[in-house]
T-cell receptor, first 114, second 114 residues
Framework: GENVEQHPSTLSVQEGDSAVIKCTYS??????FPWYKQELGKRPQLIID?????GEKKDQRIAVTLNKTAKHFSLHITETQPEDSAVYFC?????????????FGKGTKLSVIP | DTEVTQTPKHLVMGMTNKKSLKCEQH?????MYWYKQKAKKPPELMFV???????INESVPSRFSPECPNSSLLNLHLHALQPEDSALYLC?????????????FGPGTRLTVT
């Protein structure tokens, strides 16, 4: 089955700096890669996603890049703000057998220091 | 509208009680999911319903019983739970159960078993 590794587990940045979170996946048949933001006590919120036919996607201050050859994808947050503080989960979904489920990384706790 | 709703928000139950969690979506999604999330962990898949039929049961104990009365509703019936079942229970939905489709989470039910 799919295995997703996420790094780092914790990340502290100064307000205004950039933050980068990296994930690797094992199943070359994976074709969908969402990122979720979860604030304390709240639901995981889909913030951006990328499909395997695209190398990069951007939405205002957040961007995701995908390297299919190396089987890794990354979340980039620019001009970080205190409200970006949360736990971020990456996930991967395979197009092969068992493609019904998202496989999540273990999460990155991002703290933005004012 | 990308909203999935869940009731109740909080639930405290004894080990001999029977209770139900409810989930609703009106996005026309044909796949619905139950997840369990422990603190500081990613969501853990429990059940998948596709076109109102149970397609996946991730070896969940029988004290958890899912039900999908129609395409918009998903229930999780709880009976004889253990304290270790205390967690955030998340419902999610997506257009289909397979493929590169977005998956949206509800706000969750915070369950405490005493």
């Amino acid at each position: 089955g799919e295995n997703v590794e996420q790094h780092p587990s914790t990340l502290s940045v100064q307000e205004g700096d950039s933050a980068v979170i990296k994930c690797t996946y094992s199943d070359s048949a994976s074709n969908y890669f969402p990122w979720y933001k979860q604030e304390l006590g709240k639901r995981p919120q889909l913030i951006i996603d990328i499909r395997s036919n695209v190398g990069e996607k951007k939405d205002q201050r957040i961007a995701v890049t995908l390297n299919k050859t190396a089987k890794h994808f990354s979340l980039h947050i620019t001009e970080t703000q205190p409200e970006d503080s949360a736990v971020y989960f990456c996930a991967a979904r395979s197009s092969g057998a068992g493609s019904y489920q998202l496989t999540f990384g273990k999460g990155t706790k991002l703290s933005v220091i004012p | 509208d990308t909203e999935v709703t869940q009731t109740p928000k909080h639930l405290v139950m004894g080990m001999t009680n029977k209770k139900s969690l409810k989930c609703e979506q009106h996005m026309g999604h044909r796949a619905m999911y139950w997840y369990k999330q422990k603190a500081k962990k990613p969501p853990e898949l429990m059940f998948v319903y596709s076109y109102e039929k149970l397609s996946i049961n991730e070896s969940v104990p029988s004290r958890f019983s899912p039900e999908c009365p129609n395409s918009s509703l998903l229930n999780l019936h709880l009976h004889a739970l253990q304290p270790e079942d205390s967690a955030l229970y998340l419902c999610a939905s997506s257009p289909q159960d397979r493929g590169a489709y977005e998956q949206y989470f509800g706000p969750g039910t915070r369950l405490t078993v005493t």
